[in-house]
T-cell receptor
């Protein structure tokens, strides 16, 4: 079993739709979680951090379910510019400042928003 | 503020050749990372560094070496390139100022092909 698993998609949705991605992780001790966005042939960029049960930033909502060991990303009112690959990232080393190595990436979920 | 600068952007090598990828950051970050990204596999950690003069192995270190002689630079070397090292390489540095505020800054990537 992979440490961090994502549905690769692709998800093809019309503009204005609501779309949700899930990401499951295997290490129950994981403490911090992130969603990164990666445009085609570009570097990943941080979209949202998830440190407690979840948080919201405009059209984006990230939620954490520790009991079931998954995080989700909800995008409301999808825009063409939301088309990208969304990477789930889990810090298995916890949130202590001394932990550096275990930032594990999922393989990404590809989203295409159609006009 | 340039952030993370990675060079070169593209390179083609023949099997057995060597090369060095350079990563430079101007944000005074302690932690730096080298990842490779292959289709369907997400980003995998090659080597990382928690500060000047220190390096450590990640998930897929074989065939690579690194050095961190200066805090701002993190070099990735391939001593004898193999076709299996054909990939996109990303360098990143890590910002963290609290338990709930951390972020990876990525370079723009290096597309390496080994023939």
């Amino acid at each position: 079993r992979k440490e961090v698993e994502q549905d690769p998609g692709p998800f093809n949705v019309p503009e204005g739709a609501t779309v949700a991605f899930n990401c499951t992780y295997s290490n129950s001790a994981s403490q911090s979680f992130f969603w990164y966005r990666q445009d085609c042939r570009k570097e990943p960029k941080l979209l949202m951090s998830v440190y407690s049960s979840g948080n919201e930033d405009g059209r984006f909502t990230a939620q954490l379910n520790r009991a079931s060991q998954y995080i989700s990303l909800l995008i409301r009112d999808s825009k063409l510019s939301d088309s990208a690959t969304y990477l789930c990232v889990v810090n298995d080393g916890g949130i202590s400042s001394g932990s550096a190595r275990q930032l594990t990436f999922g393989s990404g979920t590809q989203l295409t928003v159609l006009p | 503020n340039a952030g993370v600068t990675q060079t070169p952007k593209f390179r083609v090598l023949k099997t057995g050749q060597s090369m060095t990828l350079l990563c430079a950051q101007d944000m005074n970050h302690e932690y730096m990372y080298w990842y490779r990204q292959d289709p369907g596999m997400g980003l995998r950690l090659i080597h990382y560094s928690v500060g000047e003069g220190t390096t450590a192995k990640g998930e897929v270190p074989d065939g690579y070496n690194v050095s961190r002689l200066k805090k701002q630079n993190f070099l990735l070397g391939l001593e004898s390139a193999a076709p299996s090292q054909t990939s996109v390489y990303f360098c990143a540095s890590r910002f963290r100022d609290s338990a709930t505020n951390e972020k990876l800054f990525f370079g723009s990537g290096t597309q390496l092909s080994v023939l």
